[in-house]
């Protein structure tokens, strides 16, 4: 199942992992790495349902790219409780050109395989994917 574009598998553990977070809700969050020494994708970082969007920010890391998923709860105008899955695509200025690139064209293949993402967001610093961007979004 590699994708002819870029060479990227995708490990069986992501599609597993962000279905729990899609229908039993036992993760806030998860990040995902490519391992480029197998070329697959992999889950890197699961949350825990209790840590905030704050926690999750804090994990990517400041100078290489990932992909990742945030389940977003959030209450409507009409006081309603509702939640939204983020899907994340972080490439920082200062990630590696190659690394860049690898993350950019198998992007498209890797969130076909996660079936229920609703917004995407692309972020190459912290302002990009802030609480408010995120909130703007919902809408």
């Not at 699961?46 to 389940?71: H, K, N």
């Given at each position: 199942m590699a994708n002819a574009a870029s060479g990227m598998a995708v490990h069986d553990d992501c599609k597993l992992m962000f279905l729990e977070l899609k229908t039993k809700r036992t993760h806030r969050f998860i990040v995902f790495k490519i391992e480029e020494k197998q070329?697959?994708?992999?889950?890197?970082?699961?949350?825990?349902?209790?840590?905030?969007?704050?926690?999750?920010?804090?994990?990517?890391?400041?100078?290489?790219?990932?992909?990742?998923?945030?389940?977003?709860?959030?209450?409507?105008?009409?006081?309603?409780?509702?939640?939204?899955?983020?899907?994340?695509?972080?490439?920082?200025?200062?990630?590696?050109?190659?690394?860049?690139?690898?993350?950019?064209?198998?992007?498209?293949?890797?969130?076909?395989?996660?079936?229920g993402i609703q917004i995407e967001l692309q972020a190459t610093d912290s302002t990009e994917m802030g609480l408010d961007v995120i909130k703007s979004r919902v809408n």
């Open positions: 070329k697959q994708v992999v889950v890197e970082k699961v949350g825990e349902p209790t840590q905030s969007y704050e926690d999750f920010a804090e994990i990517l890391p400041a100078d290489e790219c990932r992909y990742a998923v945030y389940d977003f709860d959030f209450v409507t105008e009409e006081n309603c409780q509702k939640s939204r899955i983020f899907f994340i695509a972080w490439s920082p200025d200062t990630a590696r050109v190659r690394s860049k690139m690898i993350y950019a064209s198998s992007k498209d293949r890797f969130k076909r395989e996660l079936d």
